[in-house]
């Protein structure tokens, strides 16, 4: 375990590094932290959705299916054999990622996890491929897991829930949340392209909270330059 964690630690620093300089213009051709493939409700196998990753020229990006990790694991899998086939490409930097439900101020949120170690066992009853209750079901205990096993957190799409942003943030903010999905496409463009006005709204809360702003292109279809 300690060399697993120490590994974590590393891959989360990097991370962080990432997110302090992510802005509108890094999704979805330099990262993208937000994607699912057939293990949760995407459509992309793994390798697929790895060699576009390398097509595109992705530097970095994590794979977040619903309450699973079989995904990742097999891109990982996969990513690792492409390096030994392919020396001296440049390949992305793939994390550790999932989607995990939680409630927050009583309504359903969606929470992403990064850089975690999959085998640490704070992190196991979320990576059932079913949506957890009880306790574990809330914010504040879904964010302490991620943290415990080396992670961090992230309040998915802030501007589509039932609940306002402007309340959310501040709330997940003071769960220890890490970050926000600030460069999000609520309404599907194509090309994709963040809305700018829930972009601008979201940016300034995570100013305000000293929060992380990531993006994503929340794919769910064929094209990871697209959701759907």
């Not at 120490?6 to 962080?16: C, G, I, M, P, V």
């Not at 999704?27 to 932290?33: D, E, S, V």
């Not at 209750?133 to 504040?140: C, I, L, P």
């Not at 096993?149 to 799409?157: F, N, S, T």
Request: hydrophobic residues 40%; charged residues 15%.
């Amino acid at each position: 375990m300690v060399v697993n964690l120490a590994r974590t630690t590393a891959s989360t620093e990097l991370l962080k590094q990432v997110f302090q300089n992510i802005d509108a213009q890094s999704c979805p051709r330099l990262f993208n932290f937000h994607m699912h493939t057939v293990y949760s409700d995407g459509r992309l196998q793994p390798s697929a959705l790895m060699e576009q990753a390398i097509a595109i020229g992705l530097k970095g990006l994590a794979i977040t299916d619903h309450h699973g990790i079989i995904g990742y694991q097999a891109s990982l899998a996969w990513l690792e054999d492409w390096k030994w086939n392919n020396p001296g490409a440049s390949t992305p930097y793939l994390w550790s990622g999932v989607e995990i439900n939680a409630n927050l101020l009583d309504i359903e949120v969606h929470i992403l996890a990064y850089a975690f170690t999959p085998e640490h066992p704070s992190i196991k009853p979320y990576l059932q491929r079913r949506p957890t209750t009880g306790q574990e079901y809330q914010a504040s205990n879904v964010i302490a897991a991620i943290h415990e096993a080396g992670g961090l957190a992230v309040l998915a799409h802030p501007a589509r829930y039932k609940r306002s942003l402007f309340d959310l943030i501040p709330a997940a903010s003071e769960k220890g949340i890490d970050g926000v999905e600030t460069f999000y496409a609520y309404n599907n463009p194509n090309p994709w392209k963040p809305s700018v006005l829930e972009s601008e709204q979201v940016q300034k809360l995570a100013d305000e909270y000293f929060l992380f702003n990531t993006c994503g292109t929340d794919t769910h279809g064929l094209s990871l330059l697209q959701r759907l």
